[in-house]
């Protein structure tokens, strides 16, 4: 019994940070942009009210969909809870673990896009239709640089498992100022961005359906569907931020509470950094994204280059 | 301070990949101004631990001229010809990034069999420099604008100017500084150029009423 209990716990803590912090990043990034542009703004937990209040409400379903469209709110949070196992929470290691977990950490994200897609694609909607062909077409791209920065990582650690390429590992190399580690992390912040669905690449705020992404394809659901689906999001964005901030500073000091709170801290800032890249920045014009995202990839395939030169 | 040399190595080729994907003759030039700005420090970062009055000359001159002077050369001369700032590669944007991602990986492989006199302070200023020069040529060949193309022939130049500031111990001073003082020039004879072109153009076209820049016809 104590064997089992030992077992769930690391599980169970991962999903309460999660669960719970993940609307909190949200807040935060709301924050920071109202303060840019001179207001008070929501309340950083506004994202938890928001979710308490779909999560009350019914759903509605058209008559044209089908179980797809039922199933995909469930399969895409699923997905999440699933893949925020695979990723070290600073001291909380990854309760999951093995060698090639990487390859399965970015097939369920494919997975979780995938049911989104035929989600939309399902309601018949030629607006929903739109905004599915450019999730496919603008995921293509950045899942190359997410692959591009996963192969730079393992090379570094020369390990093919999530947790050692972003964990404990990796410091030595920061050490020395690894430049490869520069623009891996450069790139990978373009592919946080892209993959969810944040400023220079789609606002998440507007409801104009010629210009916007991932708003465009959740038009159609709704009530508790709708929680699932932004639940899902603010889970995915906090779980790239983890990777990112467990990249940027890997946290090796020995006390548990000091290294606890440089994550965090960490994680604070990059939401700030986010609200003021939002803030500062336009959303480009969707054929520049296209741009963004092989920059993205140029800078990743040019820290393989630099890896490979100086191993 | 080998790191350092590291990092500005690779910031400058990932800012002559940053000028590809841009569409704004603007932004590239601010973009090649940060570029040379951050060159700059070069020859102070490969002697960092004793730094001569030669380096703060070389260093100081360089930061000067070219993020300073050229970049204000290059301004005036587009805000004076009234030029549309878009500019029209003859291969798309997107093709020239993935293009400039070949071309870094080729420099690099060509600096693999490259044995070159006099010692390297960083295993990668010479592929980074090689790459740089690529990617200006590049731009060199892929922008049709004459203004385009003075601009990847900066980049060109920054790409020489970290080379040769690792082969600093083995080149004259005065070398470097004939090069800088002709770039100067060459950017200030272009910009006469391009604004008496432009002048001849439009007076053939519309003599009463030249537009400025920004103003409507």
Request: net charge neutral; glycine share 6%; charged share 15%.
């Amino acid at each position: 019994m104590s064997s089992v209990l030992s077992m769930a716990f690391p599980i169970l803590s991962h999903w309460l940070i999660v669960c719970f912090l993940s609307p909190l990043f949200l807040g935060v990034i709301a924050k920071v942009k109202a303060f840019f542009s001179g207001k008070v703004g929501p309340s950083v937990f506004q994202p938890y009210f928001d979710l308490a209040k779909l999560f009350r409400k019914k759903c509605v379903y058209s008559s044209t969909v089908t179980w797809i469209f039922r199933a995909a709110p469930v399969v895409i949070l699923a997905v999440m809870l699933v893949l925020a196992l695979l990723v070290p929470f600073g001291r909380f290691k990854a309760p999951v673990q093995f060698s090639g977990d990487i390859l399965l950490a970015v097939y369920l994200l494919a997975l979780g896009r995938f049911f989104m897609i035929l989600a939309a694609l399902d309601t018949g909607s030629s607006f929903e239709g739109m905004g599915a062909s450019r999730e496919a077409y603008f995921s293509c791209l950045s899942e190359l640089a997410m692959f591009m920065n996963f192969i730079t990582l393992a090379l570094l650690a020369k390990s093919i498992s999530l947790s050692q390429m972003v964990g404990a590992h990796i410091p030595m190399t920061w050490g020395g100022l690894e430049p490869a580690l520069l623009l891996v992390v450069a790139s990978f912040f373009i592919v946080l961005l892209a993959e969810n669905c944040r400023i220079p690449v789609d606002d998440p705020e507007t409801h104009l359906e010629l210009t916007m992404i991932h708003e465009v394809m959740i038009l159609d659901h709704s009530g508790v569907d709708l929680a699932y689906m932004l639940y899902a999001a603010a889970m995915k964005l906090f779980i790239f931020s983890g990777l990112l901030v467990s990249i940027i500073i890997p946290v090796r000091t020995g006390d548990h509470w000091t290294d606890m709170a440089i994550f965090f801290g960490a994680m604070l800032g990059l939401a700030v950094l986010i609200g003021i890249v939002e803030s500062t920045m336009a959303r480009l014009r969707l054929n520049r994204v296209r741009l963004l995202l092989l920059i993205s990839f140029a800078l990743a395939f040019f820290g393989l280059i630099v890896t490979l030169w100086r191993a | 301070m080998m790191s350092w040399i590291d990092v500005s190595c690779i910031l400058a080729v990932f800012l002559a990949l940053t000028i590809l994907a841009t569409h704004r003759i603007v932004g590239m030039i601010k973009i090649i101004a940060l570029q040379s700005f951050l060159l700059s420090f070069v020859p102070l970062f490969l002697h960092a631990e004793a730094i001569s009055g030669r380096d703060i000359m070389l260093s100081g001159g360089t930061m000067v001229l070219k993020a300073v002077l050229v970049p204000a050369i290059l301004f005036w001369t587009i805000r004076h010809i009234s030029m549309r700032s878009e500019i029209k590669p003859i291969i798309g944007l997107g093709t020239s990034i993935l293009c400039g991602a070949v071309l870094i990986a080729v420099a690099f492989w060509i600096s693999l069999s490259l044995r070159l006199p006099g010692k390297f302070e960083s295993s990668l200023v010479l592929p980074c420099s090689l790459a740089t020069m690529l990617l200006g040529f590049m731009i060199m060949v892929t922008r049709t604008r004459a203004i385009t193309q003075v601009l990847g022939y900066l980049v060109i130049e920054n790409g020489i100017f970290l080379f040769a500031s690792s082969l600093y111990d083995a080149m004259p001073m005065l070398i470097e500084m004939g090069i800088l003082l002709d770039i100067f020039v060459a950017v200030f004879i272009m910009a006469i150029v391009l604004n008496h072109i432009n002048e001849e153009f439009e007076r053939t076209r519309s003599p009463v009423h030249r537009p400025k820049w920004g103003e409507s016809q």
